[in-house]
């Protein structure tokens, strides 16, 4: 079993004991082996945690600017961050959106805190960072991140710019002079799935910010001001990166990190699934279980099931999914089965009412389990 949460009834912890549980109800002799993945936003902390990364807690600005308690784990010199824990949407007080004030200041201050932690005998101790982007809250181009590294983003008076993309259309010069000496020391992995651009129609303003409270008003002027910000990036680094695929990744931060951080990006289950250990457990395995909450054309675009489906079937095992619904043309199920996913398994046949299956997934995921059981595995 490889399985991402169910946004918004259960943890990804919580979907394997319910399928565990299913599984053994119809199929007790059945061994079980299981690891939680995530695709890079939320959950993708927990997975690196439940194989042996150390948490290490760490005050952060939320994405209003309010202390938030999270934190980044470690092993073997490779530290996970995630964007989604320390000022991700799940942080926005009340639930309220702050399209043009949000910051990802507390993911700046998250990977300084890494960079900066030290092991017994002084020596740096990490090599490596994984930083998780996805759930952001914030559309400001990764800005709140670089000066929490230490840059300088200043207005024509010299002060400091205020957080968040809006009070970008103020700034008027950025010194990249002082961020972290460790930065280029360290190796820095983007771990998203996002591939859009900075700005234009498939940018992060127009696919994003709608998701994060931003009407017609905020979207025109989040738009203007990364522009304009992007032009001073651009002067600063001698080198254009609006239109790389993924700067429009978390509201810009990919943009950030990419351009004058020196990240690379790869797709965030393929991460995960590495440092899971999940190709590890497939010797021998006569079924995959994998799924999230809902199955549908962006599960194709390198969401949980299509990651851990690719590695499966180039071992040749036939992998299932499980889902809360699934939302999808024949053309789509075409391609999810292309993808090596045999047979989508949504809870929706149990229960069609969209209410009462959050409220009874884990009851429900149970006996959708023991139904995989006995159609794979009796």
């Known amino acids: 079993m490889a399985c991402d949460k169910f946004k918004g009834s259960l943890t990804a912890t919580e979907v394997v004991a319910a399928i565990r549980a299913g599984v053994a109800d119809a199929a007790p002799a059945v061994e079980v082996a299981s690891v939680l993945v995530a695709d890079g936003g939320d959950g993708t902390l927990a997975a690196a945690e439940s194989v042996g990364f150390r948490h290490v807690p760490v005050t952060v600005a939320g994405p209003t600017g309010e202390p938030v308690q999270s934190g980044y784990a470690v092993r073997a010199g490779v530290a996970v961050v995630e964007m989604a824990d320390c000022c991700g949407l799940v942080h926005l007080p009340g639930g309220v959106t702050q399209p043009l004030t949000a910051t990802s200041r507390g993911l700046g201050e998250m990977l300084a805190a890494a960079l900066d ?38 207005d024509a008076q010299g002060a400091p710019v205020a957080d968040g993309g809006g009070p ?35 940018g992060t303003v127009a696919i994003f910010a709608p998701q994060k409270g931003a009407g017609p008003f905020e979207q025109a002027a989040l738009e203007a001001a990364l522009a304009h910000y992007a032009e001073l990036v651009t002067e600063a680094i001698g080198r254009d990166d609006r239109d790389r ?80 619904r699934a939302v999808l043309s ?16 949504p809870l929706s046949e149990l229960e069609p009412d969209p209410r009462r299956s959050m409220r009874e997934a884990g009851p429900l995921l149970r006996r959708m389990a023991a139904r995989v059981a006995s159609d794979w595995l009796s």
């Open 245 to 324: 695929p993924g700067a429009g990744a978390a509201g810009g931060v990919g943009y950030a990190a990419l351009a004058v951080l020196g990240a690379t990006m790869r797709p965030g289950i393929e991460v995960v699934l590495e440092y899971v250990g999940f190709e590890g457990l497939l010797a021998g395995a006569a079924l995959v279980v994998t799924g999230e909450g809902s199955l549908d054309r962006q599960t194709l675009l390198g969401k949980t099931p299509a990651g851990v489906a690719a590695v499966a079937r180039a071992h040749g095992i036939p992998v299932v999914a499980v889902c809360g």
């Open 168 to 202: 970008l259309a103020e700034l008027a010069s950025i010194d990249l002079s002082g961020l972290h000496p460790r930065l280029a020391e360290v190796t820095l992995t983007l771990a998203s799935d996002v591939t859009n651009p900075l700005l234009g129609e498939r």
């Open 330 to 345: 024949e053309a789509d199920r075409a391609e999810v089965e292309a993808s090596g996913i045999r047979r989508i398994y």
């Open 117 to 154: 932690a030290r092991g017994d005998g002084g020596e740096p101790l990490v090599h490596e960072v994984v930083l998780g982007i996805g759930g952001s809250a914030s559309t400001d181009g990764g800005a709140g991140m670089l000066v929490a590294l230490g840059a300088r983003l200043l």
